[in-house]
T-cell receptor, first 109, second 111 residues
Framework: QQPVQSPQAVILREGEDAVINCSSS?????VHWYRQKHGEAPVFLMI?????EQKGHEKISASFNEKKQQSSLYLTASQLSYSGTYFC??????????FGKGTRLHILP | EAQVTQNPRYLITVTGKKLTVTCSQN?????MSWYRQDPGLGLRQIYY???????DKGDVPEGYKVSRKEKRNFPLILESPSPNQTSLYFC??????????FGPGTRLTVL
């Protein structure tokens, strides 16, 4: 039931774009995205509720396809500060939150 | 300052010695949760609570207990810790179905 994130890791140069995907096998109520830097706690990025919405947050945006039970996180014109591990968390009707294994993103200057 | 606090931040203990990790939030959040984080496995939910006196099992509840007697506190209890419970533990809180605020983490080593 753990959502599958892809890719597992990605290396980019500053200014390049990245897409991180999250796919679940169960019906979803919402999808959460968090970023965690080494040695720190995860930090909230955004929540997407069922209804197929897309949200934006400066140069970070995300989409949620409820029918396909998939979400994607888009990072455009990446900055050095975007480095870290990105987690998607899926929430079903039971209010359990299940996180994927994470996607490690490394931005090179 | 709105925050989630955990204590202790670091703990080394021995197999079988009962321990409690405390978690407290000052944001009046209904939802509180415990996760463990292990390399390559991501964050796995141990227990969660929708409100006072309401707790439910997450994905990996075996070997753990929790209680929610007050809205602000959600302690994690390991009655008989074993080495496979060596991990990094995070407490988090949120409004129901809202963004989660994570505590700073507790690194537990069980020898």
């Amino acid at each position: 039931q753990q959502p599958v994130q892809s890719p597992q890791a990605v290396i980019l140069r500053e200014g390049e774009d990245a897409v991180i995907n999250c796919s679940s096998s169960k019906a979803l109520y919402s999808v959460h995205w968090y970023r965690q830097k080494h040695g720190e706690a995860p930090v909230f990025l955004m929540i997407l509720l069922k209804g197929g919405e897309q949200k934006g947050h400066e140069k970070i945006s995300a989409s949620f396809n409820e029918k396909k039970q998939q979400s994607s996180l888009y990072l455009t014109a990446s900055q050095l500060s975007y480095s870290g591990t990105y987690f998607c968390g899926t929430r079903g009707r039971d209010d359990k939150i299940i996180f994927g294994k994470g996607t490690r993103l490394h931005i090179l200057p | 300052e709105a925050q989630v606090t955990q204590n202790p931040r670091y703990l080394i203990t021995v197999t079988g010695k009962k321990l409690t990790v405390t978690c407290s939030q000052n944001m009046n959040h209904e939802y509180m949760s415990w996760y463990r984080q292990d390399p390559g496995l991501g964050l796995r939910q141990i227990y969660y609570s929708m409100n006072v006196e309401v707790t439910d099992k997450g994905d990996v509840p075996e070997g753990y207990k929790v209680s929610r007697k007050e809205k602000r506190n959600f302690p994690l209890i390991l009655e008989s810790p074993s080495p496979n419970q060596t991990s990094l533990y995070f407490c988090a809180s949120s409004l129901v179905r809202g963004e989660q605020f994570f505590g700073p983490g507790t690194r537990l080593t069980v020898l």
